[in-house]
C-alpha cells in the first residue's frame, strides 16, 4: 500500500494515485508476456491472497507498479513452472521478507516420478493428476465430475495441460455463485468452435515444410486465441450492458 507523507496531504495523495492503474491497464501491460491473462485470472489471484490492490471509495481496485510486477512473476511461474498457487504465495512472501529462497521445483513430472529441473526452453508444460488436485484442491471424485463434462480432459499419457490448474480455478470459483460444471458444458462448446476456427486459420502454416513458417503458426495461434478471448470477453460484456473495471 503506498503512503502518502503527513504535509500536503492532498497533493501526495495526488501524486501518490497518479502512479497506480485501473485493472484495465494492468491487463494490457501484462498482455505483451501472456497474451491469455484476462481480468477474471487477475481477479482470482487476488481473492486467492496473491496480490492486494488498493480499492477506491467506490470500489475500484487500484494496482500499483509492484503491483503489475508481482502479478507477471506469478503468471511466469504458473507459465513455465506450473507450480500451485499457495507455493507461489509463500515463495514471494519469504522473498518479500527478505529470505534467501530457491524456487521450488514441481510438475513436468508423471505422478510418482522425481521432478527435473526446469528446462532452458520449455515446451508444453504438463501436470500430472495428483499435482492438480493438490494445486486446484479438489478430490478425485470432483475431478471425474469435471471430466465427464468435457471441461477437463487428461493428455494421452494421464497429464494434463497445466492451463487445466486455471480452468480448476476458474470452475471453483463460478460455483460458489451458484453455477455448476453442467451449466459450463455451452462455454466448452464454444470454446471448441473458437479453437476450431483458430486451427483452421493456421493449419495451412502448420504443414509447411519450412520450419520458420511452423514456427510462425505457433505464434499466429497465440495470437489469434488472444483476439478471439478478448472478442468473446466483450461480447459478454454487451450482452450483459455492463462494464468491467
Not at 495470437?223 to 466483450?234: F, K
Request: neutral net charge; proline residues 6%; glycine residues 8%.
Amino acid at each position: 500500500m503506498l503512503h502518502t507523507p503527513s504535509g500536503g496531504a492532498g497533493r501526495g495523495a495526488a501524486a501518490a494515485d497518479s502512479g497506480l492503474m485501473s485493472i484495465g491497464t494492468v491487463l494490457n501491460a501484462l498482455r505483451d508476456e501472456f497474451p491469455e491473462v484476462t481480468i477474471s485470472k487477475i481477479r482470482f489471484l487476488e481473492s486467492e491472497g496473491l496480490v492486494e490492490p488498493r480499492r477506491t471509495p467506490s470500489g475500484y481496485r487500484k494496482f500499483s507498479p509492484q503491483d503489475v510486477e508481482r502479478l507477471a512473476r506469478i503468471l511466469r511461474m504458473q507459465r513455465d513452472h506450473y507450480l500451485p498457487l499457495k507455493v507461489i504465495r509463500e515463495h514471494l512472501d519469504a522473498v518479500e521478507r527478505g529470505e534467501t529462497v530457491q524456487l521450488p521445483v514441481l510438475g513436468r513430472q508423471r505422478d510418482g516420478e522425481a521432478a527435473a529441473a526446469p528446462a532452458e526452453a520449455p515446451t508444453a508444460a504438463r501436470i500430472g493428476r495428483g499435482d492438480l488436485l493438490a494445486a486446484a484442491g479438489m478430490d478425485e471424485r470432483t475431478l471425474q465430475e469435471w471430466e465427464s463434462y468435457g471441461l477437463l480432459t487428461p493428455l494421452a499419457d494421464g497429464a494434463y495441460d497445466a492451463e487445466a490448474i486455471t480452468v480448476a480455478s476458474l470452475v471453483a470459483e463460478l460455483g460458489r455463485f451458484g453455477i455448476e460444471p453442467r451449466h459450463l458444458r455451452v462455454m466448452k462448446a464454444a470454446a471448441d468452435r473458437e479453437a476450431g476456427l483458430v486451427d483452421q486459420v493456421v493449419a495451412p502454416l502448420r504443414r509447411h515444410r519450412n520450419p520458420q513458417t511452423r514456427a510462425h503458426a505457433e505464434e499466429r495461434t497465440k495470437e489469434l486465441a488472444a483476439l478471439t478471448v478478448r472478442l468473446h470477453a466483450a461480447l459478454v460484456q454487451t450482452a450483459l450492458g455492463v462494464r468491467l473495471p
